[in-house]
């Protein structure tokens, strides 16, 4: 019967199989995969709706395992008649995933065989192709992985239900059941969270905006998810979801479903309300659910999308410690309570905004961030990214890359020249002309030359990084940023832990004043690398993630060698200068008994001010800004701070600092008293001199007491009238006892800096009145308190 192989044939002939031999197996084949199907397509059962589309509550816990928050609660969806479903929305998701609903038989033959392709090949994954498969994966299967298994069960499913219903039961199906974004299942919950109406209410540009969302919510949503997704910015989403509604409205002009000229009566994009809060996530509670929930969606390794998760079921463990969450929200509020009036002084105390992030540096994980007054009001992390600069923060990255990398030979770049903090020498000279590290000027591009200026037109002549560290003088920094290269500082920032997104582009000097726009979050994980002598942990807010008692994910740490030993333990050893210095502009963020390590920061026109710092067990940054949380206002820009909470300026280590210091005391009680790492020699590094500055003949001199490389060669001509005498120990809620002048931020303030000459001028701002500022802004940005030789700033803020 199988003649094969074939009788009588010889050499290749004989394997070779006959025409009919390969025609019968062919049939035989076909036969039994119909047979097959047939039999299974008999068998399938269409599983209750009901029970496939239930869903449930997700919990959050703290740390200890108290419980954080329950999400979700009963599923957002109410049921609509086919009949109340209007026909435009009908119209739009026909045009737009399926244009053949109405005819097809519930699959795409094509599509489903591009799928399983794919899928066996190991490529990318694709969903149902026709309206009819998109209702049985949304709500007839619990199974919701992207396997060849679930493909197949879908196939036979999906030709089930295009058999059993009609059109207008599957159609409804589809659309009370689909999930639109913002915790909403169906088109009558939809409609109240993108429009707050009921769906009959409907018009044709809003049901073409609500079947775009159907493509993904994430990415589609005019409110962005940027703590999912960088990509689903506010402005990108918009601009997506835009391209989409217009591109259906076409569609259905097209397929004849909508008139041009009912077409022409939408002209512009149909704009949303803004995302509806949760009522039991008030206060800082939204803001800790929301970044777990990001983190979890962008870590975990099962495929667990957005969707999904809305669904239910899951149990989040956080990193985040309620009392630490506790304390640093006190912290924020009492300054807000004791400083910030927007009735008294509406001008300067309207939209003040703070932000801040707690970091273990020895894991990595996140224990507390302050996100704003309240998530169901201020529905911007601050703890996350927000747009504001980081300033004079940033330099102990110029720092870290120039006893890393070193300086490059004027000659030669291949040959580098570590620097040491305390034996090289910058020039600190006021409107010090910018130079490449080979000497030549360097301009913009407009062939300016650009000239640092110090705050207060403040010179120091040639001082040690240290002390240009604890003054916080810019142009010894923006001339060493140049010597070693902005490739290098910012290979820097990112080994200590910044992201790539957050860093200005270009090569401009200014980049070392700390123009970018790091998070609270990035910047307390940064410094945290220094407090772990160069080991690097990636900030994390989930532990570990169940469903159903199942474990779906756990955090690992991965922890990498960002710097080594000695270049860590010697920038935490100019870090304790800044906030142990008499003079130092973090002096007020010490804490009596413990090490502290820090650096102020505060950027042009007082438009953003930090404090980063860091003990041997945790890691915190506080910024502060004022940013219109209105958009109604029409006003979406950082504002000024002069005159904010009384203050004639505000710097870092005023408000910023003094919650830093709060919110820390309360933080460490009870742990144990730790200290640094001694500062390591470092190896290869030399007396470097740059800027301008000589070294010095080898000629005695009479030098004041304490180490020479620590003194200033010139100091500040006026002394305060009214600094504390010493061992009299201030208050750190006392403005005046901490400042002179009057206030924090007055005309003094002991004589140190942060960006200037004096601390009283400020720390890193004019310390002007309001509008006042030294150098005004020019086309390249924030100033940085430096300027061109046509007069008024170029780059960065003051203080950077």
């Known amino acids: 019967m199988i003649d094969y192989p074939r009788y009588g044939k010889y050499g290749w002939r004989r394997w070779t199989p006959s025409w009919k031999l390969v025609s019968g197996l062919t049939l035989a084949f076909l036969g039994?995969?119909?047979?097959?199907?047939?039999?299974?397509?008999?068998?399938?059962?269409?599983?209750?709706?009901?029970?496939?589309?239930?869903?449930?509550?997700?919990?959050?816990?703290?740390?200890?395992?108290?419980?954080?928050?329950?999400t979700g609660g009963e599923v957002n969806r109410q049921i609509l008649a086919y009949e109340a479903i209007p026909k435009a929305m009908q119209d739009a998701v026909v045009s737009a995933e399926n244009k053949t609903f109405w005819t097809d038989s519930g699959i795409d033959p094509m599509g489903i065989g591009r799928a399983v392709f794919n899928m066996a090949r190991g490529g990318q994954t694709q969903g149902g192709s026709t309206i009819t498969q998109q209702y049985v994966k949304n709500n007839r299967l619990?199974?919701?992985?992207?396997?060849?298994?679930?493909?197949?069960?879908?196939?036979?499913?999906?030709?089930?239900?295009?058999?059993?219903?009609?059109?207008?039961?599957?159609?409804?199906?589809?659309?009370?059941?689909?999930?639109?974004?913002?915790?909403?299942?169906?088109?009558?919950?939809?409609?109240?969270?993108?429009?707050?109406?009921?769906?009959?209410?409907?018009?044709?540009?809003?049901?073409?905006f609500l079947a775009a969302v159907l493509k993904g919510a994430t990415y589609y949503d005019p409110a962005g998810a940027p703590e999912i997704d960088t990509e689903a910015s506010p402005e990108k989403n918009l601009d997506r979801a835009t391209k989409r509604w217009d591109w259906i409205l076409g569609e259905m002009v097209n397929d004849g479903s909508l008139s041009a000229a009912e077409r022409a009566k939408f002209p512009t994009f149909p704009a949303t309300i803004q995302p509806k809060k949760?009522?039991?996530?008030?206060?800082?509670?939204?803001y800790l659910v929301s970044l777990a929930k990001a983190y979890f969606l962008n870590n975990n390794d099962k495929g667990i999308t957005e969707e999904q998760l809305a669904q239910g079921g899951y149990e989040i463990h956080t990193t985040?410690?309620?009392?630490?969450?506790?304390?640093?929200?006190?912290?924020?509020?009492?300054?807000?309570?004791?400083?910030?009036?927007?009735?008294?002084?509406?001008?300067?105390?309207?939209?003040?905004?703070?932000?801040?992030?707690?970091?273990?540096?020895?894991?990595?994980?996140?224990?507390?961030?302050?996100?704003?007054?309240?998530?169901?009001?201020?529905?911007?992390?601050?703890?996350?990214?927000?747009?504001?600069?980081?300033?004079?923060?940033?330099?102990?990255?110029?720092?870290?890359?120039?006893?890393?990398d070193g300086v490059r030979d004027p000659k030669d770049p291949s040959i580098r020249t570590k620097v040491d903090p305390d034996k090289s020498r910058y020039s600190g000279k006021h409107n010090?002309?910018?130079?490449?590290?080979?000497?030549?000027?360097?301009?913009?591009?407009?062939?300016?030359?650009?000239?640092?200026?110090?705050?207060?037109?403040?010179?120091?002549?040639?001082i040690s990084?240290?002390?240009?560290?604890?003054?916080?003088?810019?142009?010894?920094?923006?001339?060493?940023?140049?010597?070693?290269?902005?490739?290098?500082?910012?290979?820097?920032?990112?080994?200590?832990?910044?992201?790539?997104?957050?860093?200005?582009?270009?090569?401009?000097?200014?980049?070392?004043?700390?123009?970018?726009?790091?998070?609270?979050?990035?910047?307390?994980?940064?410094?945290?690398?220094?407090?772990?002598n160069g080991e690097q942990h990636e900030p994390y807010s989930v532990e570990e993630a169940k469903k159903a008692g199942v474990l779906v994910y756990k955090h690992e740490d991965k922890s990498t060698r960002a710097f080594s030993t000695a270049v860590a333990s010697n920038v935490t050893d100019v870090l304790r200068s800044v906030v142990d210095d008499p003079e130092g502009t973090g002096r007020k963020a010490a804490i009596p008994g413990r090490q502290v390590a820090g650096k102020t920061g505060t950027t042009d026109d007082n438009k953003s001010a930090w404090f980063v710092g860091y003990t041997p067990q945790l890691s915190t940054a506080i910024d502060m800004y004022r940013f219109p949380d209105d958009a109604k206002s029409g006003k979406r820009e950082f504002?000024?701070?002069?005159?904010?909470?009384?203050?004639?300026?505000?710097?870092?280590?005023?408000?910023?600092?003094?919650i830093w210091n709060d919110y820390m005391t309360q933080a460490l009680v009870g742990s144990p008293v730790k200290k640094f790492p001694e500062p390591e020699?470092?190896?290869?590094?030399?007396?470097?001199?740059?800027?301008?500055?000589?070294?010095?003949?080898?000629?005695?001199?009479?030098?004041?007491?304490?180490?020479?490389?620590?003194m200033p060669t010139t100091l500040p001509t006026q002394q305060p009238s009214n600094r504390p005498k010493p061992g009299k120990t201030c208050d750190v809620w006392d403005f005046d006892c901490n400042t002179t002048g009057g206030q924090d931020g007055g005309t003094t303030d002991g004589g140190a800096t942060d960006g200037g000459t004096t601390d009283g001028t400020t720390d890193g701002s004019t310390g002007l009145p309001s509008g006042t500022p030294t150098e005004t802004a020019g086309p390249g940005g924030n100033g940085n308190g430096g300027k061109t030789d046509g007069g008024g700033g170029f780059f960065g803020g003051t203080d950077g």
Not at 32 to 55: F, H, Q, R, W
Not at 326 to 355: C, M, W
């Open 32 to 70: 039994l995969l119909m047979g097959g199907a047939t039999i299974a397509y008999s068998m399938v059962v269409v599983p209750n709706e009901d029970d496939a589309a239930k869903a449930q509550n997700n919990i959050y816990y703290y740390a200890d395992g108290t419980r954080l928050a329950a």
């Open 142 to 208: 619990a199974d919701q992985s992207q396997t060849m298994t679930r493909k197949v069960k879908e196939l036979f499913i999906s030709m089930k239900v295009g058999n059993t219903y009609d059109k207008p039961k599957i159609m409804a199906g589809y659309l009370n059941t689909a999930y639109y974004g913002r915790g909403a299942y169906g088109l009558q919950a939809a409609a109240r969270a993108y429009y707050d109406k009921d769906a009959d209410q409907l018009n044709v540009s809003e049901c073409a």
């Open 278 to 286: 949760d009522a039991a996530l008030i206060g800082q509670t939204g």
């Open 320 to 404: 985040f410690e309620k009392p630490k969450v506790d304390a640093l929200n006190k912290s924020v509020q009492k300054i807000l309570d004791e400083y910030i009036d927007p009735k008294k002084r509406p001008e300067y105390d309207t939209h003040v905004q703070f932000g801040g992030a707690s970091v273990n540096p020895e894991t990595g994980a996140i224990v507390a961030i302050y996100g704003g007054v309240d998530a169901t009001k201020h529905f911007t992390n601050n703890a996350d990214t927000t747009g504001a600069q980081v300033g004079s923060t940033f330099k102990p990255f110029v720092l870290a890359a120039a006893m890393t």
């Open 432 to 462: 010090l002309v910018v130079k490449n590290y080979d000497g030549s000027i360097w301009h913009n591009e407009k062939g300016e030359e650009w000239k640092q200026a110090n705050e207060g037109d403040e010179s120091y002549g040639p």
């Open 465 to 532: 990084l240290r002390r240009a560290m604890v003054k916080s003088a810019n142009s010894p920094f923006v001339q060493l940023g140049m010597d070693v290269g902005i490739d290098k500082v910012r290979d820097a920032a990112k080994k200590a832990g910044l992201k790539e997104d957050s860093l200005v582009k270009g090569e401009v000097p200014s980049f070392s004043l700390g123009i970018s726009s790091p998070s609270a979050i990035r910047m307390a994980g940064s410094y945290a690398t220094f407090a772990t």
């Open 639 to 658: 504002l000024k701070m002069y005159n904010t909470g009384g203050q004639q300026t505000i710097h870092g280590s005023s408000f910023p600092s003094r």
């Open 681 to 710: 020699k470092l190896t290869d590094a030399e007396a470097v001199f740059g800027g301008g500055a000589s070294s010095p003949k080898p000629t005695p001199t009479d030098s004041p007491s304490g180490s020479p490389s620590d």
